[in-house]
Each structure stands twice: as structure tokens, then as C-alpha cells.
């Protein structure tokens, strides 16, 4: 049987493009930046014009620096906001999309994070909260939210050090994963580098969202 085609746009090192593929979707990854590391098919290209016709779904997620509580406020006007050209483009396509950002992004959605989906080493709980909203179609279910430090210390999974280091302590209760091999287990990504898993999407939530959107086609 052929499997669905979805579009991951912005897709970065491939986190969420994993979880798709797990899904169920043949996936073909597009960023403004050359992804190396990218697991699937990959083109170079703008995510604002590339063409959307032949794709069975489409995934975004654009840009979340203007929008991240770790952006400082002064910071933010040097930041691009597409969530608002990239809901355009998909709203007009017309097939069942969804977008994702961190929580503060002007989005209408779930929150997920690490809690709900185990990813935890032998001492860490991943805290990383993501909002996923859905165009062309709806959440089916209501989701349990996350618990953090119930059973483990919670890790964030942060930038490379320095200043990073109290903005980590900041936005993950208390917690800090200093070390790459670490980030890694955290999010389920033993390929991505450092940089790469500061802005990735652990293929869990992948997987989850791509279940739902498959239910949608």
C-alpha cells in the first residue's frame, strides 16, 4: 500500500519529520538552510514559496525566536514572525496541515511535552513544551497535560552553555542537561548535533500528531 506524502516545512534536523515517518507518511523535508543530518528526502529551498500541490498534509514549523520566552524582549524585533504568512498558505491549500511553536506563538492548540510521551533517561524528564495547531481539521481528543518532577528531575534541552545555562534553569523547573549525549537520549535524536536539538521537535510528538493527521485524511 503507498503511504500518505506530508510536506515538513522548516523541518530543521528532522525530529518531526521522524515521528511522521513513524506514523506513516513518506516525508520530504524543506528549509531555508542545508539540513545534512535530514533522515529523509531534502530540498533546499524557501518554506514561504515552495509549492504545496501533490502533498497529502503539510507540517510547519517556522522560526520561534520571536516569539521564545528565552528571546529577550529587546531581541525579538530582530526575530522573523511567519506564523502568520505560513497559516495563509495553508488555510489556502486546503489540505489538513498543522503548525508548531512554542507556547507563547499566537497559536490555537495542544501543548505537548516530553512528560506525556516518557522521554526520560535514568535520572531526567524531558521539559519541552510545544503548541501544535491544526488547520483543515481538529483535535480529536482532549490530552492529559504534563507532570514534571513527579517521579524524576526535570532536564531542558537548551542552547550550548554560558547564559544558556540560567535560561535552562529558567524554562525547565530547576533543570539543566549539560551534555550532548544526553540531549540526545532526551529527545530520542542519537543523530542531531547540539545546535540541531535546541530547535528540534522530538519525533514523539511527531509520531502523535502524524497519527492524528492521518486520521484526518
Known sequence: MSRPLVLDLFCGAGGMGTGLYRAGFDVLGVDLVEQPRYPFDFVRADALTFPLAGFDAVHASPPCQAYSEATGERCRDRHPRLIEPIRERLVAYGRPAVIENV????????????TMFGLVTETLELRRHRRFEAIGWEWPVLMAGCAHGQRKRTGGV????????????????GGFTPDVATRRELMGMPWATQDELSEAVPPA?????????????
Request: net charge positive.
Open 103 to 114: 507556547p507563547r506563538a499566537p497559536l490555537v492548540g495542544p501543548i505537548l511535552c516530553g
Open 158 to 173: 537548551y542552547g550550548g552553555g554560558g547564559e544558556d545555562r540560567a535560561v535552562a534553569a529558567r524554562h525547565s523547573g
Open 205 to 217: 510528538y511527531g509520531e502523535f500528531v502524524g497519527r492524528r493527521l492521518i486520521e484526518a485524511l
